[in-house]
C-alpha cells in the first residue's frame, strides 16, 4: 500500500479547525448513505378529490446496527427519521417533502464522493423535491402525473438495470474526506475475515457494489489492488496480502474508523489475528537462527 493512503501532504493535511474536522468526518455518513440508501417516490390513490393521485418522496437507509441508525437520524436527518424493523435489519425513514429535504441538504453538504447510480438516486429524489414543492394543489394534477410517474420509472429502471442515466463527475474533496467516505461503504457493504483457500485459512477484505466507480475508489485510495467485474454484474474488490491488510485494518479502525459495532470488532478480530501470526513467524525465525 502506498504511502498516498496517509500522507498528511496537499489535499491530505488535517484540517486545522473542530469545525473543519467534523465536516470532514461527516463524509462517512455520504458513504454509508451511498452503500445503504434506496429512493423511491410512492404514488397513491386520493380519495379527496375523487381520481386523483398523491406522491410522497422517501428516503429509506437500512441497516442491522440498529444504534448506528440513530446516528445517521441524528447527523443526517436531524431526528426527523422513523426506525422500523425488517426482517434481520432496520429501516431508518425520512418521508415527505420537509424530511427528504433535510436529508438532501446534508448530502448538498457532505456530497457523495463519487457513484453513478448513487448520485443519479440523489438527482432524481432531487427533481422530485423540487417539482412536488412547486407544483402544490390539483390544478396541475395531469402535468403532475406525468412527471412524478416518469421519475418513479426511472428510478426503478436505475436500481433493476444498474445503469445510471449518465456519468457524474467525482467530487472534489480533500484526502480524508475520501477516506472516511470509503469507510461509510465499508461498513455498509465490506466484508472481512479468513476463507478457505485450499487447507489454509487465508486473510481477506473484499467490498462488492454494482457502482464501479465507488467500488474503485479503494485501489487508487490504498494504492494495492484491482477492481474486476463478477459474473452477476457486480464490481469487487479484495486484499488478500497480510501486510496490506495489516495497514489497511489501522487505516479504517483508527484514522478513518468504522461506527458498525458489528464490522468494527470483526476488522479488530482480523487486525489482532494477524498481528500475532507475524509476531510468532518472527519469532520461530529467531529460534531458527539461535540452533
Do not use: W
Not at 469545525?19 to 462517512?28: D, G, M, V
Not at 476463507?195 to 473484499?206: D, E, V
Not at 469487487?236 to 497480510?242: D, F, L
Not at 489482532?272 to 540452533?291: A, E, G, V
Request: hydrophobic share 35%; proline share 3%; aromatic share 8%.
Amino acid at each position: 500500500m502506498s504511502k498516498n493512503a496517509s500522507s498528511d501532504s496537499g489535499a491530505s493535511r488535517k484540517p486545522d479547525n473542530p469545525q473543519e474536522t467534523l465536516k470532514t468526518r461527516n463524509f462517512y455518513y455520504a458513504g454509508f448513505c451511498a452503500a445503504e440508501m434506496s429512493c423511491s417516490v410512492i404514488k397513491a390513490a386520493n380519495s379527496n378529490p375523487v381520481g386523483h393521485y398523491y406522491y410522497a418522496i422517501d428516503f429509506t437507509v437500512s441497516n442491522a446496527d440498529k444504534n448506528l441508525l440513530q446516528k445517521v437520524n441524528r447527523v443526517v436527518m436531524q431526528n426527523h427519521g422513523v426506525i422500523s424493523p425488517i426482517k434481520g435489519a432496520f429501516n431508518l425513514s425520512a418521508r415527505g417533502k420537509k424530511r427528504v429535504r433535510v436529508a438532501l441538504d446534508f448530502l448538498a453538504r457532505h456530497p457523495i464522493v463519487v457513484g453513478d447510480l448513487a448520485c443519479d438516486r440523489i438527482a432524481l429524489l432531487t427533481d422530485a423535491l423540487q417539482y412536488l414543492e412547486t407544483h402544490t394543489g390539483s390544478r396541475s394534477h395531469p402535468a403532475k402525473i406525468g412527471v412524478m410517474d416518469a421519475i418513479r420509472k426511472e428510478l426503478r429502471r436505475v436500481k433493476e438495470t444498474g445503469i445510471a442515466s449518465k456519468s457524474y463527475r467525482a467530487k472534489q474533496v480533500s484526502h480524508d474526506s475520501v477516506g472516511h467516505f470509503l469507510a461509510g461503504v465499508l461498513d455498509g457493504e465490506g466484508s472481512f475475515g479468513f476463507k478457505k483457500s485450499g487447507r489454509r485459512l487465508q486473510p481477506f477484505l473484499a467490498v462488492a457494489m454494482k457502482d464501479r466507480k465507488i467500488i474503485a475508489l479503494f485501489p487508487d485510495f490504498l494504492q494495492h489492488g484491482h477492481v474486476r467485474q463478477r459474473n452477476d454484474g457486480m464490481y469487487h474488490y479484495e486484499i488478500n496480502h497480510t501486510e496490506v491488510l495489516k495497514k489497511v485494518c489501522t487505516v479504517f479502525l483508527t484514522q478513518y474508523p468504522l461506527q458498525h459495532t458489528r464490522q468494527r470488532k470483526r476488522m479488530q478480530k482480523l487486525q489482532r489475528i494477524l498481528n500475532d501470526y507475524t509476531r510468532n513467524r518472527l519469532r520461530k525465525k529467531k529460534s531458527r537462527r539461535m540452533i
